[in-house]
């Protein structure tokens, strides 16, 4: 069984950074695509980016707007999302997700083609 746990969250001001960590057990953060989403209230969970199985990343670029990264640790078996230059809008429950197999070069924007989630940390930016 695969179990993701997100951690990193917190009450940050406007410009700050954060370093989200997604640790996985039950299989290797290198076998498949694994995701970050976010939520915030009222919304539906959007894409900001992703890793293949391939180490190819995809970002939403109108969400991260240059400002994230995402970095894979398959010693740690940790996937990190590196948030800098925070704005209020940034505010959102963030949540890793894994794929189970497929394309080894494909990064899923649908929340649905990602069979493993993580219970979400939150992200509070202040102005």
């Known amino acids: 069984q695969v179990q993701l746990v997100e951690s990193g969250g917190g009450l940050v001001q406007t410009g700050a950074s954060l370093t989200l960590s997604c640790a996985a057990s039950?299989?290797?953060?290198?076998?498949?695509?694994m995701g970050w989403f976010r939520q915030a209230p009222g919304k539906e969970r959007e894409f900001v980016g992703g890793?293949?199985?391939?180490?190819?990343?995809?970002l939403n670029s109108g969400s991260s707007k240059g400002r994230f990264h995402i970095i894979r640790d398959t010693a740690e078996n940790t996937v990190y999302l590196q948030l800098n230059n925070l704005e209020p809008e940034d505010t959102a429950v963030y949540y890793c997700?894994?794929?189970?197999?497929?394309?080894?070069?494909?990064?899923?924007?649908?929340?649905?083609?990602?069979?493993?989630w993580g219970q979400g940390t939150q992200v509070t930016v202040s102005s």
């Open positions: 890793i293949a199985r391939s180490g190819g990343i995809i």
């Open positions: 997700a894994a794929a189970e197999s497929g394309d080894s070069r494909r990064v899923s924007s649908l929340p649905n083609e990602y069979k493993y």
């Open positions: 039950g299989r290797s953060v290198s076998v498949a695509t």
